[in-house]
């Protein structure tokens, strides 16, 4: 059983700044790509960025400058630093990893349930 818990959000004002963490647990073999996902109202989930396990990143050109996605490895744990926030960062943001259980198995993707953020004055 593998287990990705997100925390961080919340109510922000436009300009401000939030870091969101993403903790896996569980049986865990391996750990490859890690990345963030939002999904505002109405609207379909979208990559915002992701990175590699050996530490390669891309963003969406939206927040290009703005977020920065960091992990440790050691402690199976995703970041996602975003600053000079704006009303249209309002959405759910969803952690995903690709996750392999053991050395027979390949990666599958997990998905966090998804922590809100709100920028709002």
């Known amino acids: 059983q593998v287990q990705l818990v997100e925390s961080g959000g919340g109510l922000v004002q436009p300009g401000g700044s939030l870091r969101l963490s993403c903790a896996a647990s569980?049986?865990?073999?391996?750990?490859?790509?890690m990345g963030w996902y939002r999904q505002a109202p109405g609207k379909k989930r979208e990559l915002v960025a992701a990175?590699?396990?050996?530490?390669?990143?891309n963003y969406a050109d939206s927040v290009k400058g703005r977020f920065t996605i960091s992990r440790d490895n050691a402690k199976n744990t995703v970041y996602l630093r975003i600053n000079s926030l704006k009303p249209e960062d309002t959405a759910v943001y969803y952690c995903?990893?690709?996750?392999?259980?053991?050395?027979?198995?390949?990666?599958?993707?997990?998905w966090g349930q998804g922590t809100q953020v709100t920028v709002s004055s």
């Open positions: 995903n990893a690709e996750i392999s259980i053991s050395r027979a198995t390949i990666p599958y993707d997990y």
């Open positions: 990175i590699t396990s050996g530490g390669s990143t």
């Open positions: 569980g049986s865990i073999f391996s750990i490859y790509a």
